[in-house]
């Protein structure tokens, strides 16, 4: 079995999963973390002994490295994939890809050059709820989508350099252009910046797509309750993903609410209300990180393009951006210009799995 050499740059937080996930999948060769935090590093030296750390991390790039994953903090996210994909590494950054549009497509760009892979770690795509969900939309069962409503809330961890949207909110759009697989043609936010003057700890985004479809999304640091459920209505049906709940995380409403086509009488003007079973189906749960590390070395050994490539993580951004423009801008509403396919890397065969990457 052919193994892929990688590297983990960030272990703070997010990165020792990472780190563990690749130290696990017989696949993978975990052969050196990078961080600029010594003592970080002589942590992750203490629980892998085998594993070669540096506060550099172009060291990485002698040590015979295929592909790296970058865990650290958004902002920095552009000049290290950058530099790892001229030094010919295939990338796994973390979400989001970048913090605007165009440096996502300059890494799309160069990526493609390379013919290297550009993943994003959308997690919740590698979710087997989330997989589900999208099965029960796929399938009709729930009728026309009207809406999908999204809650992400709890307290902290705060951040100084990047509000509430730009943390949480590429979970949940990741999952909502993910489920209905298309992007918004607008967006707005409003917000506020109740603990840090400047970066907003509580965020309520709005996205229309085609059809009439609604997206909402709340996201707050600053909320008693830990929050992470995702409804979607549809006129046969609805469904909740409550990603808190141990087992039960998906529960399908035989639920609706007809108008009457037309009414002479008051009498006659009633709505009709169904009440039905709910049904709570059955997931077998993997740990998404491992599906999803899997899927990177994957598609590096297969030369395939992944779900979650770089075009999926420049759609998001690009929600991000509209949403920030019009946190900036009295929450008006910004349009966005469909994504072009045509960016990702033409080398790589079309996407393995869900054919995600191709909306
Ligand atoms: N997929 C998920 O569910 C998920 C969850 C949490 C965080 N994240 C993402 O993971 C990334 C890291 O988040 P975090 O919460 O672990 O942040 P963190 O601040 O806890 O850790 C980041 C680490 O990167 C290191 N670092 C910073 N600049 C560096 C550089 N130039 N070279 C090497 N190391 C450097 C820091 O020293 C720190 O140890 C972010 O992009 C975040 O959005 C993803």
């Known amino acids: ?45 203490t629980l892998y002994p085998f594993v070669q750390v540096t506060e550099n991390y172009s060291d990485l790039f002698s040590m015979g490295i295929d592909a790296v994953i970058i865990a650290t903090p958004p902002h920095t996210h552009f000049a290290i994939a950058q530099d790892c994909l001229n030094h010919g590494i295939n990338v796994l950054v973390e979400k989001p890809l970048t913090l605007n549009s165009a440096d996502g497509e300059a890494l799309i760009k160069l990526a493609a050059e390379k013919n290297l892979v550009l993943m994003v770690g959308n997690t919740f795509e590698y979710n087997t709820a989330v997989e589900m969900l999208k099965q029960i939309v796929d399938s009709g069962e729930l009728g026309e989508v009207f809406y999908v409503n999204a809650v992400r809330t709890n307290l902290g961890l705060f951040s100084t350099r990047h509000n509430v949207m730009w943390d949480l909110a590429p979970h949940d759009i990741s999952i909502m252009l993910y489920l209905l697989g298309k992007e918004p043609t607008s967006v707005s936010a409003m917000g506020r910046s109740s603990i840090y003057k400047g970066v907003e700890d509580l965020v309520y985004m709005h996205m229309n797509f085609d059809n009439d479809i609604v997206g909402h999304v709340h996201v707050s640091w600053l909320d008693p309750q830990k929050v992470r459920r995702i409804t979607v209505v549809g006129s046969k049906k609805m469904v909740v993903y409550d990603d808190i709940e141990p087992l039960e995380k998906i529960k399908i409403y035989d639920k609706g609410v007809d108008a009457p086509p037309y009414a002479d ?54 929600v991000l951006e509209a949403g920030e423009w019009s946190l900036k801008n009295q929450s008006q509403l910004k349009n966005i210009e469909p994504t072009s396919v045509e960016l990702a890397a033409p080398a790589l065969s079309t996407v393995n799995g869900n054919g995600n990457g191709k909306h």
């Open 1 to 45: 079995m052919s193994t892929v050499n990688i590297g983990v740059i960030g272990c703070g937080y997010w990165g020792p999963n990472l780190i563990r996930n690749i130290a696990e999948l017989p696949t993978g060769n975990l052969v050196a973390v990078a961080d600029t935090r010594a003592d970080r590093l002589k942590h992750i030296k």
């Open 265 to 318: 009488t008051f009498a006659q003007f009633q709505f009709s209300y169904r009440y039905g079973n709910v049904v709570i189906p059955y997931i077998k749960f993997t740990e998404p990180l491992r599906v999803e590390c899997q899927h990177f070395i994957d598609s590096i050994t297969n030369k395939t393009r992944p779900r979650s490539d770089g075009v999926v993580g420049l759609r998001i951004v690009k």
